[in-house]
């Protein structure tokens, strides 16, 4: 008899977009829809592999949004198992939330201890094992090999599920495996981390991130606007998945602008079409690009305002200079003039893909919504990359532990707003 598993990952409970309330209700609005699914599709397992709340001191809604509708699951005899990802597992000796709800029943954790890496699951069609490793910021990388090598070789009489939260090589920038460091025989291989939908081969089986729920970053929203979880048949020795679209998921939009005298034309066409779509439940959150030369930020955030603010629940303006306005000489490059790719250049002048990747993406964030919103944002992403604990209220950079010199070095390029912006 088959198995059916629903995978998920990545919710982030808690999290609030720009401080926007209604985008945290649309974390939990995707939260419920997953639960509205799983028992849909009559799953016998949820799997969830990490960052299940965004802080490890989620508000009071994060945690009641939890217990309502892990509560649906329970009443139907449905096992919720879960792994800690880096935003809700304690830098300190505190315990993580997901403690709290384990001691209520609502969700079994593996992965928390050396102790607890494995769980054999009863579920109404028969057993599952699960193993999982948490996420291991501040492991070594041998140290990690060294734990997913006591998770060798999965029991054969059932089927098996390795959880993991942490970047496979080709995921992420800042990877911590390589795809031959996992160990074989798993049935399916539940990841998270990532926050788009990826998928690859490990051996005879699959390996899948599902992405997270919701968009939580305008770099997200460019790289897959859609969001999934995934339902997977699990054999004794097969799997069968199918990627299932979310519908709760706020729409969002972006809007280019290359000539600020033609805006005005450009944003009621862009107004118009978004009406055209018909009403949905949520309006459209919308990122608005202006790219090149000289603009006139009153005149542009006026035009916004009479045009866009009615249709839209909000939005964000970044400011982009074409790329063939950059010229700039670096010891061992010669002067450049002709237009490139901003992640190309960055790598060019910071000698690190992984430190150029980050570098573009905070480019953007830090280009978008106001300073302050900008630079919590892009501070949280740096000390994220950099496994740095900090308290974040409010927020000082003074406070950065013995790690700080490499993320302030990311930070002081970005911060003083370089000519590459």
């Avoid at 508000?59 to 509708?69: C, D, N, S, V």
């Avoid at 942490?166 to 160990?183: A, H, K, M, N, T």
């Avoid at 998270?192 to 998928?199: A, D, L, N, S």
């Avoid at 000390?383 to 209220?393: A, N, V």
Wanted: aromatic share 8%; proline share 4%.
């Amino acid at each position: 008899m088959s198995v059916h598993v629903l995978h998920t990952s990545d919710t982030h409970l808690g999290y609030r977009q720009y401080g926007i309330v209604e985008r945290e209700n649309d974390v939990y609005d995707v939260f419920e829809e997953i639960i509205d699914i799983a028992l849909r599709e009559h799953v016998d397992l949820v799997v969830h592999s990490g960052d299940f709340f965004d802080s490890i001191r989620p508000p009071p809604q994060a945690i009641l949004t939890a217990i309502r509708h892990l509560r649906r699951l329970r009443e139907k005899g449905i096992p919720f198992i879960a792994i800690l990802g880096d935003h809700d597992t304690p830098k300190r000796r505190v315990l993580p939330p997901l403690v709290l709800l384990e001691e209520l029943g609502y969700v079994r954790l593996v992965g928390i201890s050396e102790q607890r890496l494995t769980y054999t699951v009863k579920t109404r069609s028969g057993e599952v094992f699960v193993a999982g490793i948490g996420n291991r910021k501040k492991t070594s990388s041998s140290a990690l090999k060294l734990i997913l090598k006591k998770l060798s070789n999965p029991p054969t009489n059932m089927p098996s599920i390795l959880l993991l939260h942490q970047c496979v090589r080709g995921s992420c920038f800042d990877y911590e495996l390589e795809l031959g460091d996992i160990p074989k025989g798993y049935t399916y291989y539940a990841l998270g981390h990532v926050h788009t939908y990826k998928e690859f081969e490990i051996g005879d089986s699959v390996a899948v991130y599902p992405g997270s729920p919701e968009v939580m970053r305008v770099d997200e929203f460019r790289a897959q606007p859609e969001r999934y979880v995934v339902l997977v048949e699990l054999g004794n020795n097969v799997s069968y998945r199918q990627k299932i679209r979310l519908q709760k998921v706020r729409p969002q939009y972006e809007l280019v602008i290359d000539d600020v005298d033609s805006m005005e034309l450009k944003v009621k066409r862009f107004v118009a079409d978004i009406v055209s779509r018909g009403r949905t439940s949520k309006k459209p959150f919308v990122y608005v690009r202006v790219v090149g030369g000289e603009y006139n930020k009153s005149k542009i955030l006026n035009i916004l305002e009479r045009f866009l603010r009615r249709v839209v629940l909000d939005y964000r303006v970044y400011v982009e200079k074409k790329s063939d306005d950059i010229g700039i000489a670096v010891e061992g490059i010669e002067h450049v003039t002709k237009p490139l790719d901003r992640l190309e250049l960055l790598e060019k002048l910071l000698g690190d893909k992984s430190l150029a990747e980050l570098a573009d993406t905070l480019i953007t964030v830090l280009s978008s919504g106001s300073e302050s919103e900008a630079l919590r944002e892009g501070l949280k992403i740096v000390l994220e990359r950099y496994g740095i604990d900090i308290e974040w209220t409010p927020v000082s950079i003074a406070r950065v532990s013995s790690k700080r010199s490499s993320a302030s070095r990311t930070l002081d390029m970005l911060l003083r707003r370089n000519r590459l912006r």
